[in-house]
């Protein structure tokens, strides 16, 4: 089975601009989990999505949203971005979510300037 | 708040040797606990989880203890391997909370052959 998916790996945007972040899960899985990992505030939840609708957020500013389509692949936005959203962008599938092993991509690496 | 701590940032174990990672919790919903392993600019690798209906897991090398009196959880590596050098976070999440992991800041295994 192919395991997560994430596009692009890397990314350079300049404070301002808007970037979109992709994420295919494991086949057959419909839940899917975004994390922001920085060094200074570790792994951060920003949201899930299952069966298309957002099902829990973190404590992220509004700029930051998401979405997923009927085939659980899933899509994150940061608009108007800053210096401080440099990080490593991390999905996660799992099957349904709970109580259930979350498998993570390898991570898209933005660096805003 | 930090809900998942884990307050060794760094382990040093000798080949061969057991290694023991603790992590700490507060929030007494928290029914599942998963341990990751990460490498840089890599998304987190899944290595074993518990539930909060038992104790103990073992997969292999890898063994968790769940102490719910305590809220600790300690994951156990014997023997140790040069090859297990990683990062090693902790994560919990609650039963009404779906897919969210909180997760602890990491410790850092060394192990020297």
């Known amino acids: 089975k192919a395991g997560v998916t994430q596009t692009p790996r890397y990314l350079i945007k300049t404070r301002g601009q808007q970037v979109t972040l992709s994420c295919s899960p494991i086949?057959?899985?419909?839940?899917v989990s975004w994390y922001q990992q920085t060094p200074g505030q570790g792994l951060q939840f920003l949201f899930e999505?299952?069966?298309?609708?957002?099902?829990n957020k973190g404590n992220f500013p509004g700029r930051f949203s998401g979405r997923q389509f009927s085939n659980s692949r899933s899509e994150m936005n940061v608009s108007t971005l800053e210096l401080g959203d440099s990080a490593l962008y991390l999905c996660?599938?799992?099957?349904?979510?709970?109580?259930?092993?979350?498998?993570f991509g390898p991570g898209t690496r933005l660096t805003v300037l | 708040d930090q809900q998942v701590k884990q307050n060794s940032p760094s382990l040093s174990v000798q080949e061969g040797r057991i290694s023991i990672l603790n992590c700490d919790y507060t929030?007494?919903?928290?029914?599942?606990f998963l341990w990751y392993k990460k490498y840089p600019a890599e998304g987190p690798t899944f290595l074993i989880s518990?539930?909060?209906?038992?104790d103990k897991n073992e997969d292999g090398r890898f063994t968790v203890f769940l102490n719910k009196s305590a809220k600790h959880l300690s994951l156990h590596i014997v023997p140790s391997q040069p090859g297990d050098s990683a990062v090693y976070f902790c994560?919990?999440?609650?039963?009404?909370?779906?897919?969210?992991?909180?997760f602890g800041q990491g410790t850092e295994l060394s192990v020297k052959p």
């Open positions: 994560a919990a999440s609650a039963r009404n909370q779906g897919g969210k992991l909180i």
């Open positions: 518990i539930s909060s209906i038992k």
């Open positions: 996660a599938s799992s099957l349904t979510g709970g109580s259930n092993e979350q498998f």
């Open positions: 999505y299952f069966s298309e609708t957002q099902r």
């Open positions: 086949s057959g899985h419909r839940s």
């Open positions: 929030n007494s919903m928290f029914d599942y």
